[in-house]
């Protein structure tokens, strides 16, 4: 990965950094629904009678990759990204910022093949109150910190934030949003622990460089089942349609998804793995020699889903060879 910034606007934007990649949607503007503080997490309509009335967060979704456990990562003074509300009512309001496991709040569910991060409180905000004026904005910075432990790299992680109103007096509705990022850290081998979650990986990214035309290259997962029952997976290539208008797992800065998955092939589709052991998993690479396959930086995932529980997955980073000269 260069270490230098790298800005695209299709998309999303994609920020490559030193040891840190932010991707910002730009279908980044979640707007609020109305939360009964009597009611907990229950959504209610807005009232339609107050165009004005609502409350708005940008960037409504960010994927965070090649985190490094134990670096503390300002994501404004990094990548210039901050956490930007928007009071659409003509009242000044005063709103609570918070992180939370996925499951605790919003809709309670979370992108496939990333895992809860196992504490929110790894990421936070400058401040965790702040007051808009009407119809106005204001930016939050944020942070990460993720503890330097060797369970903690190759993770691919979902967290939600909650950004709710405060509680006004003689009102018995105020607004909130539920915006979820992900985050992904360093790959990493030679581990002297065993990767977090039910289902590790080590590494979480294979990287195939200067790969040649028609030639087969083989690298390995270590796949661990940190369950207390035996497990059977499933193993397979992916590649992930490119649809902006919904929540997805997106391709590395500076790459595209390969155009063939079929170009990469798990040695096994199947794996039993008793509880508390690890098995090793070769994936191929075959890229047919044609010259518009020189020179080209291509993604693919291998996904492993159990028979039961979560997915994970690893990405799969191709860099083909030169065209050669005559």
Request: glycine residues 6%; aromatic residues 10%; hydrophobic residues 35%.
């Amino acid at each position: 990965m260069k270490n230098k910034i790298l800005l695209k606007r299709k998309i999303f934007i994609g920020l490559g950094l030193i040891g840190l990649i932010v991707f910002l949607f730009l279908i980044s503007t979640l707007s609020a629904q109305e939360v009964n503080h009597e009611q907990e997490e229950k959504l209610v309509q807005e009232e339609k009678p107050k165009p004005s009335l609502g409350l708005s967060v940008a960037p409504g979704g960010l994927m965070i990759q090649n985190v490094k456990p134990g670096q503390t990562f300002g994501l404004y003074e990094k990548a210039g990204v901050a956490l930007i509300i928007e009071n659409k009512d003509i009242n000044p309001h005063t709103y609570i910022i918070n992180t939370f496991k996925p499951s605790r709040v919003g809709n309670k569910k979370w992108l496939k093949g990333y895992s809860e991060i196992p504490d929110p409180t790894w990421f936070w905000f400058e401040n965790n109150e702040i007051t808009v004026g009407p119809q106005s904005k204001q930016e939050v910075k944020m942070y990460l910190k993720i503890p330097e432990e060797d369970p903690y790299y190759n993770q691919h992680w979902s967290i939600s934030l909650g950004i709710s109103g405060k509680p006004e007096s003689g009102k018995m509705l105020a607004l909130a949003v539920y915006p979820r990022y992900q985050i992904e850290t360093e790959s990493k081998t030679g581990l002297e622990e065993k990767p977090h979650g039910l289902i590790g990986i080590e590494p979480s990214n294979l990287i195939f460089k200067n790969l040649p035309l028609r030639k087969k290259e083989k690298k390995k997962i270590i796949l661990y089942n940190n369950d207390q029952t035996a497990h059977k997976y499933t193993v397979t290539s992916q590649v992930i349609e490119v649809d902006p208008t919904r929540e997805q797992i997106f391709v590395t800065s500076g790459y595209t998804w390969v155009p063939n998955k079929k170009w990469l092939r798990p040695k096994r589709k199947k794996v039993k793995i008793l509880p508390g052991e690890s098995k090793e998993l070769t994936v191929s690479v075959k890229i047919p020699k044609k010259k518009e396959h020189y020179q080209k930086k291509w993604e693919a995932l291998i996904f492993i889903e159990p028979d039961q529980g979560r997915s994970r997955f690893a990405r799969v980073l191709i860099e083909t060879e030169k065209l050669p000269k005559k």
